[in-house]
């Protein structure tokens, strides 16, 4: 979910195959033609790498029923967001909020200009040379402004994907690049294969610490939200290279897994088209998503990320709101799997932007939601009148006769007592 450096389009992103990969199973090297192939492969692809973490069973098995008082979060930017209209939606705001890796402290990284094809390196390029009180320093400003009650308790996110810790899977070519040079710089003697490994060892234990220690920063100057980062775990990464990430994991107080919608889904019984894909597939795949994190870290609480737009990199329904059956899978996988809540992203640019989504939320969208929310969110049963105290026997002495006709006594004792019944609410379709 990075935003596009420099650009004047932040929908668009310079990064986008993580979506992609988080969709297919597939690592980034193998999208394009094998994404248009059968389903079947699709498929193997996505179930190898789980049965892999060992999460298929619980992905087989019935997901339990979601928890009551499921909250929709608001976590969109843009010039126009101010002007969105929920239509009475309970959507909520300051809730959550996400931090751009180029907008919460030095974040070293290597960016690509998409219209030159040139490489630019910001703050050193590689976190082995992380200038780290300048670092913290940024990190603590940005926090301050962003959110700058030190009491806030909300869900915040840290967007970090130019990089992950992994040199295999997580590392692009130009900073593997960069990492051996500074390897080379310090040791002349060492050969090729010495460079490589060096640069591997070094590249992983920086990157890890940078990723940890930022988080325990945020964490001691916020300590009342929920810190995280985007995506983590990622399906696509194969059992070992999980256990590598436990240091992330355990630091993490939440996880925010996107759901988005990169294919466009149909029902199981019609034959998919190009960019699209079976309805069984989607929310198949929010399951197997939500279970890899569950057995990763089973006491913590997931807030997924929904995007009701269908993924750029979609080359057919590039940004058009979601259908009728991926939007309400997009909110009801989650919440049938456990989650706390969902987390709203977007950006929402210009005036077309802010027209169409309150066209959304004020018809069709905003009544998918609703109907949501009404299986999630029943109201509660009416209270059960309190137990009458148990009658004192009655003493033969103490008896005291009255007037009141006795056909009166005969049915104030006959009278049953009232029962409320509760009836179960069915959980939605």
């Avoid at 009551?68 to 608001?74: D, G, Q, R, S």
């Avoid at 909300?154 to 692009?172: C, K, Q, S, Y």
């Avoid at 009404?374 to 509660?380: I, K, V």
């Avoid at 049915?411 to 959980?427: E, I």
Wanted: hydrophobic content about 40%; proline content about 10%; overall charge neutral.
């Amino acid at each position: 979910m990075i935003l596009a450096n420099h650009s004047p389009s932040p929908r668009r992103y310079l990064i986008l195959n993580r979506e992609v990969e988080s969709e297919t199973g597939l690592p980034h090297p193998f999208i394009g033609g094998l994404l248009m192939m059968r389903r079947t492969l699709m498929t193997a692809c996505a179930i190898g790498t789980l049965a892999a973490c060992g999460v298929m069973a619980s992905a087989q098995t019935a997901p339990p029923q979601g928890a009551a008082n499921f909250p929709l979060h608001w976590c969109v930017s843009g010039a126009e967001e101010p002007n969105i209209n929920f239509s009475g939606l309970p959507i909520q705001r300051g809730r959550s909020e996400i931090f751009y890796e180029q907008h919460i402290g030095k974040y070293p990284r290597i960016w690509t200009d998409p219209a030159t094809g040139r490489h630019y390196t910001e703050n050193e390029g590689i976190p082995q040379k992380t200038n780290w009180p300048a670092h913290l320093a940024k990190v603590r400003r940005d926090l301050d402004a962003r959110i700058p009650d030190v009491n806030w308790d909300g869900t915040a996110i840290l967007d970090f994907e130019g990089w992950h810790p992994n040199w295999e899977m997580g590392v692009r070519d130009p900073m593997k690049a960069l990492s051996r040079a500074w390897v080379r710089t310090r040791f002349p003697a060492l050969s090729t294969a010495q460079v490589e490994a060096r640069a591997h060892e070094e590249f992983e234990a920086a990157g890890m610490d940078f990723m940890v220690r930022t988080i325990q920063e945020c964490k001691a100057l916020r300590p009342h939200a929920k810190w995280g980062f985007y995506g983590f775990p990622y399906v696509f990464y194969p059992a070992n290279m999980q256990e590598e990430f436990r240091p992330i994991f355990n630091a993490v107080d939440a996880f925010f897994p996107p759901v988005y919608a990169v294919n466009y889904s149909v029902p199981d019984t019609q034959t998919p088209g190009p960019w699209q894909r079976y309805l069984s597939d989607y929310t198949t795949r929010i399951s197997q998503q939500m279970a890899l994190t569950r057995q990763i870290a089973p006491t913590k609480p997931i807030f997924p990320l929904v995007w009701i737009r269908y993924h750029d990199m979609n080359h057919v329904y590039t940004d058009q709101m979601l259908n009728d059956l991926d939007l309400p899978a997009m909110f009801r996988q989650p919440w049938l799997n456990g989650a706390q809540a969902v987390i709203f992203w977007d950006y929402i640019q210009d005036q077309t932007d802010r027209d169409e989504y309150n066209a959304f939320f004020a018809g069709r969208g905003g009544n998918i939601i609703r109907n949501f929310l009404t299986q999630a969110n029943p109201p509660p049963s009416p209270a059960a009148p309190p137990a009458a105290s148990p009658t004192p026997p009655i003493q033969a002495s103490s008896v005291i006769r009255t007037s009141v006709p006795s056909s009166t006594n005969k049915a104030a004792k006959s009278a049953p007592s009232r029962v409320l019944t509760a009836v179960p609410v069915a959980p939605g379709r």
